[in-house]
């Protein structure tokens, strides 16, 4: 896994949806939608962040749990776009 992929991802959910959390409570496995973590406009935000920051851009399909569901598999869809 592309680790700057992941890490960027991670402190963004850490700073945008996570303020003040312990960041060693978010683990590459930890659900972010059925959590809570990541609701729609949470998911929204991130697809932003995705293809502003890490020049990606999410098809409409693919914005589901499956790829979203949490980090690793959101590392896996961007790391297929490149």
Do not use: C, Q, W
Not at 11 to 28: C, H, K, M, Q, T
Not at 47 to 69: D, M, N, Q, S, Y
Request: no cysteine; glycine share 4%; charged share 25%.
């Amino acid at each position: 896994m592309d680790n700057s992929v992941e890490r960027s991802i991670k402190n963004y959910i850490l700073s945008e949806f996570l303020a003040g959390e312990d960041p060693d409570y978010l683990r590459v496995s930890t659900p972010l939608i059925s959590t809570g973590i990541l609701d729609s406009m949470a998911v929204v935000k991130l697809l932003l962040f995705i293809e502003e920051r890490l020049g990606v851009t999410i098809a409409p399909h693919e914005v589901t749990p499956e790829h979203l569901g949490n980090i690793a598999s959101i590392v896996r869809l961007v790391r297929s776009k490149h």
